[in-house]
Nanobody, 121 residues
Framework: QVQLVESGGGLVQAGGSLRLSCAASGRPFSNLAMGWFRQAPGKEREFVVGISGRSSADADSVKGRFTISRDIAKNTVYLQMNSLKPEDTAVYYC????????????????WGKGTLVTVSS
């Protein structure tokens, strides 16, 4: 069993930055894929960015603005979000799975409860 707890969400103006954190417990996550997803009001949950080993992948909508990283010693993964836009407003979720990164939400086994990011225009 893996527990994931996100933090770092909040209100930010367009063009600003935020860094989200996801602390994992229950299992060493160095050999797991970690991903960030988001869900805006009235929309489906979507893949944002993921990392597995030394490989990472990100959605076109956040390329060049969002970066994922992780601290294995702290069992924590981060999402650095720069140049935020109002359309980035959503609840952001951390997830993990064995294997490689996939954008399909159905293939991720464990999820955090999410943290809300609101970007004002």
């Amino acid at each position: 069993q893996v527990q994931l707890v996100e933090s770092g969400g909040g209100l930010v103006q367009a063009g600003g930055s935020l860094r989200l954190s996801c602390a994992a417990s229950g299992r060493p996550f160095s050999n797991l894929a970690m991903g960030w997803f988001r869900q805006a009001p009235g929309k489906e949950r979507e893949f944002v960015v993921g990392i597995s080993g030394r490989s990472s992948a990100d959605a076109d909508s956040v390329k060049g603005r969002f970066t994922i990283s992780r601290d294995i010693a702290k069992n924590t993964v981060y999402l650095q979000m720069n140049s935020l836009k109002p359309e980035d407003t959503a609840v952001y979720y951390c997830a993990t799975r064995a294997g490689s990164v996939t954008p399909d939400t159905r293939n991720w086994n464990y999820w955090g409860k999410g943290t809300l990011v609101t970007v004002s225009s």
